[in-house]
């Protein structure tokens, strides 16, 4: 009964020199958690989308993560957050964007997929909608976080934005030199061999205009299809919108026969590093085939499986 579970926690410049020992652990605590969250459903024959959901959820409550309760300032101090589900099984899928006081966006992703009739809600609509299903709310404090709102404070004045974990710059894009956080995300197979992905995530420090990146985005920072794989991104979203980063992997698979490892490779390390684009993401596919590929520093990363095999690293 061979299942895979596989996550991210964000992909930037993550390296031992921005990083403390406790801050190691942290993570490294953090990330656990959330795997043994999702191993617990899939050893109980539990399906990937609800594996996926437990363990996005856990990373989500925890405020090191942009996501839920950790999720970044917006230009007018607000925490908007965005988040897609995706079912491989039957192509379901469920996404929101620039929702607020949502505690865990990627449980009313789910109630998306599930009860809307649609697949992609936004703002107050979306909250409607979570008030609706019951989805838990939070007040504005439940998102603050002293590092976040310093982070914001550093660029508020600006037109700059920010990516989590980021150093160098890419135009319009400010450096970041604080600590570092990041977006979340999941991938699984189950015992039924059913495929799922989701990602969660607080977006940009300082976004404007309702801005919304790849994440929530079917196609480009989350899918999944039995047939290929399942992917879940995390990098500077203007890049993995455009270059529609997680079809482009399934379809490499479907279209031209790549393996997994060989289709993340040719997207990440060739295409979007071609385009300036910084970022990673999570693969699994319906054999229990599994992949961390970034271009970045490092990603936040753990893998969790069926023989009690467990991976958890941050670095190159
Ligand atoms: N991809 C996310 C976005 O652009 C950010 C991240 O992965 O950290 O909203």
């Known amino acids: 009964m061979a299942y895979t579970l596989v996550i991210h926690g964000g992909a930037g410049n993550i390296t031992p020199a921005i990083m403390n020992k406790e801050q190691e652990q942290e993570y490294t605590e953090g990330l656990q ?9 899939l050893k109980n024959g539990g399906t990937s989308v609800d594996a996926v959901v437990a363990a996005i959820s856990e990373l989500e409550d925890n405020p090191i993560f942009n996501a839920g309760r950790g999720a970044v300032f917006t230009k007018k101090g607000l925490n908007e957050m ?13 996404a929101l964007a620039g929702v607020r006081n949502i505690k865990n966006p990627i449980k009313l992703a789910r109630e998306v997929m599930l009860h809307s009739g649609h697949v992609f809600l936004s703002g107050p609509g ?8 019951g989805i838990d709310m939070a007040p504005d404090e439940y998102f603050f976080n002293k590092s976040r709102y310093d982070q914001w404070l550093e660029i508020r004045d600006s037109d700059f934005y920010q990516l989590d974990h980021k150093e160098d710059n890419l135009k319009g894009v400010v450096p970041n030199t604080g600590h570092k956080f990041g977006t979340v995300g999941a991938v699984a197979v189950d015992i039924h061999g059913n495929l799922a992905a989701g990602t969660s995530t607080g977006g940009m420090t300082n976004k ?3 801005r919304i990146g790849d994440s929530p985005v079917v196609g480009s920072g989350t899918y999944a299809n039995n047939k290929t794989c399942a992917i879940s991104c995390t990098g500077h979203g203007e890049f993995f919108l455009r270059a529609v980063v997680a079809y482009d992997v399934s379809c490499l698979m479907e279209y031209r026969g790549l393996s997994l490892q060989e289709a993340c490779n040719v997207v990440v390390r060739e295409k979007l590093v071609a385009m300036g684009g ?9 054999k229990g085939n599994y992949d961390f590929c970034f271009n970045s520093n490092g990603m936040y990363r753990g893998m969790m499986n069926h ?3 467990q991976v958890v690293a941050f670095y190159k």
């Open 33 to 41: 958690a959330a795997l043994v969250a999702g191993n617990a459903v």
């Open 82 to 94: 965005d988040a897609a589900i995706m079912d491989g099984s039957n192509l379901a899928a469920g």
């Open 126 to 133: 979306a909250q409607e909608f979570a008030l609706k299903q």
């Open 278 to 286: 910084e970022g990673g993401l999570i693969a699994v596919d319906a």
């Open 208 to 210: 404007r205009f309702g």
């Open 307 to 309: 023989l009690g095999e």
